[in-house]
């Protein structure tokens, strides 16, 4: 009996600490690397296999073609490798490129132009944007949910009392986003785990530039103990000046599955093409914002081509190219952004390094 009242008090007090330390529905901690994900996103562990359901549901959309997922694909960084500009409803061109989801949790503003502060609250600019997935108002959709055999009870058990609103839908497809972390690879275990080995000499050559000399943890931020690889801020690196961004031809996909070779000039005349693109400007009118955009965070880069707002480098090398001539001059280039002088090992070595995050 005296032998086993410590190992009963310390499942007791283990016990304890589950019950007491970890509140219902705590997330797990955060990989290495990343900061905890914020409270207000987070959700329970029922909220994220709800939103999980939704964001890959078609039927969310007018005319049930088209999910979250069709645009933020799993398997592709949460974006579209095949289409610089998305492809929504009935093959409307978008006039941006589909940003990947991993870490979405931590952005304090959402979309190229950082319109938007609110997780929960940005599903509704796609559900109900006619390019998108058209869907006429909010109370029809939340009336289906409603009343929908499967849906209604799974809202139910995340949202006692509340079920489906405008509300509980957007929290739990947050809730499922604010879990697609990417954290604790090869780089997080070599500068905040003090491993060495775990990234290759070129690699740590590129970590080097990255922070010294090509200058880009000025904007893709790195700091002590975590790495969001951005500054939550936005910059004129002028891509939206680059020429041939609106010329030239691109693979695009019309449907699910149908990818044509597209003039790019024809798809900017059609739609609201990248030439009208003038980014934060939009939101502030501040002639300073004019061609700025949400300096993107980096980790799983090398899953999400193509790159920047209008998706208008294909390969990682292009975008170090772009970089060292000094980005795309325009009356309001970004100061930080200057010809780097890169030799060929060195531009290997970044691309290198942008890979293994
Ligand atoms: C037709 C393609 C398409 C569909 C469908 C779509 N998105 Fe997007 N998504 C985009 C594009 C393009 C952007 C960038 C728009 C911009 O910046 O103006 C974007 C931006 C976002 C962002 C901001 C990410 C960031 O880094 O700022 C989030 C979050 C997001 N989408 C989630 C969703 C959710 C949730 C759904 C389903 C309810 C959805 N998207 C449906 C194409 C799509
Ligand atoms: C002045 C701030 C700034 C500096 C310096 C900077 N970047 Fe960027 N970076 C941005 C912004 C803003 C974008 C988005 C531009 C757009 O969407 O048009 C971006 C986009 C990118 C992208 C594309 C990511 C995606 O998902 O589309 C990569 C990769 C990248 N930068 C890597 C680098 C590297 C490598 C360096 C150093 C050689 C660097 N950046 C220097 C601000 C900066």
Redesign the pocket.
Known sequence: MRRAAPAFLASFLALALMLFAAPAGAQQPSPRGLPPVPAAVAGTPAMRKLGEKLFFDRSLSANGTLSCAMCHIPAQGF?SNQSALSIGMEGRSLRR?A??LYNVAFKNFLF?DGRETDLAAQVWGPLLAADEMGNSGIGPLIARLRADAEYGPLFEASFPGEGATMMTLGRAIAAYEAALLRGGGRFDRAVYGGERAALTAREWLGYEL?IGK???A???LIGAETALFT?QS??N?G??FRSGATSGKRLVQLAPGVLQNIDLAAVGLAQTGAPRDV?RFEITNAPTDRW?????M?RG?SE?SP????GS?RT?AE??EF??RGGGANPSL?P??RP?GLTAQEKAA?VAF?EAL
Do not use: E, Q, R
């Open positions: 974006a490129n940003p990947s190229h990255f090509a200058g880009c000025a904007c893709h500054d936005w910059h690196t891509v939206a980014g700025a955009y949400t300096t993107p980096l880069v999400s790159y920047m707002h209008d480098l990682l975008v170090i970089y060292d970004d930080k952004i780097l970044l942008l």
